[in-house]
């Protein structure tokens, strides 16, 4: 089996549920026999969000590249980025270290053309909602993308930040969320939407969300088993 290395701490909350998830998906699919080498390299989440926050792309791209040869060093053979906005210098950190990281928006974007889906919403950070990088797959394979307006993005990006990025999570804020997804599924025909942070699962799911969610976690975790457990 190959060793997972893992870029964390943006944020702790999802880390967790990564660790959690590789060790519980691979023992069963093993019937108990194993469970995976997993190395994490864990990042000051204040640091990489202040260099983001400040579009400091080429110091953000330096930090997160030693975070990743650290994991090249102790012999980690698929390595990820378990934050969707990190995914901003995606191409320069995957060209800096010379390593093919295994993308969640890359992941998230095979499973909507699986699914055969034609107009996807995108809930996140605002950087995740405004950049590019995670839309650039979907744009690709020829798939609308859709984004809350403006004031919808502002109130997503503060309860990401404010409130699970600390695990903490109210049913007022999933009344708002599902409010922000019925109105996109109305106005803008969405079929399903992305939740392009990998907090958002710890409010959304398939059982309380109008439309089909595609779990970013959930769908980067089946790659990074199914990579880490082939022949």
Same mark, same amino acid.
């Given at each position: 089996?190959?060793?997972?290395?893992?870029?964390?701490?943006?944020?702790?909350?999802?880390?967790?549920?990564?660790?959690?998830?590789?060790?519980?998906?691979?023992?069963?699919?093993?019937?108990?026999?194993?469970?995976?080498?997993?190395?994490?390299?864990?990042?000051?989440?204040?640091?990489?969000?202040?260099?983001?926050?400040?579009?400091?792309?080429?110091?953000?791209?330096?930090?997160?590249?030693?975070?990743?040869?650290?994991?090249?060093?102790?012999?980690?053979?698929?390595?990820?980025?378990?934050?969707?906005?990190?995914?901003?210098?995606?191409?320069?950190?995957?060209?800096?270290?010379?390593?093919?990281?295994?993308?969640?928006?890359?992941?998230?974007?095979?499973?909507?053309?699986?699914?055969?889906?034609?107009?996807?919403?995108?809930?996140?950070?605002?950087?995740?909602?405004?950049? @590019?990088?995670?839309?650039?797959?979907?744009?690709?394979? +020829? #798939?609308?993308? =859709? /984004?809350?307006?403006?004031? &919808?993005?502002? *109130?997503?990006?503060?309860?990401?930040?404010?409130?699970?990025?600390?695990?903490?999570?109210?049913?007022?804020?999933?009344?708002?969320?599902? @409010?922000?997804?019925?109105?996109?599924?109305?106005?803008? +025909? #969405?079929?399903? =939407? /992305?939740?392009?942070?990998? &907090?958002?699962? *710890?409010?959304?799911?398939?059982?309380?969300?109008?439309?089909?969610?595609?779990?970013?976690?959930?769908?980067?975790?089946?790659?990074?088993?199914?990579?880490?457990?082939?022949?």
């Amino acid at each position: 089996m190959k060793k997972i290395g893992l870029v964390g701490g943006t944020g702790p909350e999802s880390t967790l549920m990564y660790y959690k998830e590789l060790n519980t998906r691979i023992d069963k699919l093993t019937k108990g026999e194993a469970m995976p080498d997993i190395a994490i390299e864990s990042v000051n989440f204040r640091k990489a969000w202040g260099l983001v926050s400040n579009g400091k792309n080429d110091e953000l791209t330096d930090y997160l590249s030693e975070k990743v040869e650290g994991l090249k060093s102790c012999g980690a053979d698929i390595i990820a980025l378990t934050a969707g906005t990190m995914h901003i210098v995606y191409d320069e950190v995957a060209k800096k270290t010379g390593v093919s990281l295994v993308s969640i928006p890359k992941a998230v974007c095979d499973e909507a053309v699986k699914r055969n889906l034609k107009t996807v919403g995108l809930l996140g950070t605002v950087f995740t909602m405004e950049k @590019d990088y995670m839309k650039k797959d979907f744009v690709n394979a +020829g #798939i609308n993308v =859709v /984004i809350p307006n403006k004031p &919808e993005r502002d *109130l997503i990006a503060k309860r990401i930040l404010d409130e699970l990025e600390l695990g903490v999570v109210k049913e007022s804020t999933l009344k708002e969320f599902t @409010d922000i997804i019925n109105r996109m599924k109305n106005d803008d +025909g #969405i079929e399903a =939407v /992305i939740l392009g942070c990998t &907090e958002l699962p *710890l409010l959304l799911n398939n059982d309380n969300c109008p439309v089909l969610c595609l779990d970013s976690v959930d769908i980067h975790l089946n790659k990074l088993v199914e990579l880490a457990i082939e022949e």
